[in-house]
């Protein structure tokens, strides 16, 4: 059964995020230019457990673990062998970390990134394992590129995001974008950082300035979004949230583990997903 997200803030509905507001004053890409050069300039970095991307290694086991789980309670199967009939792409990919990980599970995956450079770091890598030969399509393009041509709507079962809205720049679209990827009754999963006084410590304070284990404004704090405020845009762009759930990562032991919203019982309230948080939402049936 799925662990239905329940949140007890009461949720402020602002209408820039009904769609028919946004038809006609949308860019035509999310793409920050400022974010797409500053990861240009650490690609090589990507499948360096210790480099710049150290932190996205530690995480991407529990969000693997995360997305697998949601979508066998999805398919109602207990068994992994379902996962092989479903086509998923990577939004944002950088080398392929996610993506070869979901691979593995036996999903057919694209993954698409709007930096060459990190296409091209995630194509050598794919070369390591020839498994991975026919499972993976890697392409040069954006969300929004690739729904230039309408045919490329309704494409996947399941559309994944991870620590990449908080670098675009206009967030609304780029879940829209999202969400029109995906088939009808498809799933679409996130993860990033709310905007709280424990994601700005967690997520810039430590790793930035005491840690140093990650350069100086990789993360605006102003670009943190807060989890209702997501889903208030999933839910203006035709998909329901199915599960929350918290990325604890102890920067000290180098893991990372998932935690319910409510881990600490009602005494606080939604204090699992302060900091870091990966949601799924399925995108409603025609």
Known sequence: MFRRAVWRLQPVWNSRYHSTQTQNTQPLSSISPHELEKFTRISAEWWDPNGSFKYLHTMN????????????????SPKGSVLANLRGIDVGCGGGLATESLARLGISMVGIDAAKENI????????????????????NETAESRLGDTQQKNEFDVVVSLEVIEHVRDPFLFVKSLVDLAKPGGMVVL???????????VDIVVPEYIMQSVALGTHDYSKFIPPEELMQMLQACGAQTLDIQGLILNPLSNQCFLVSQDCCGPLLPNIGVQANYILAARKKKD
């Open 120 to 139: 091209m770091m995630a194509r050598m890598h794919q070369q390591q394992d020839p498994m991975l030969a026919s499972k993976i399509e890697y392409r």
């Open 191 to 201: 993860s990033t950082m709310n905007k709280s006084a424990v994601s700005w410590i």
């Open 61 to 76: 086991r529990p969000r693997v673990q995360f997305i697998r789980q949601t979508l066998l309670d999805m398919h109602k």
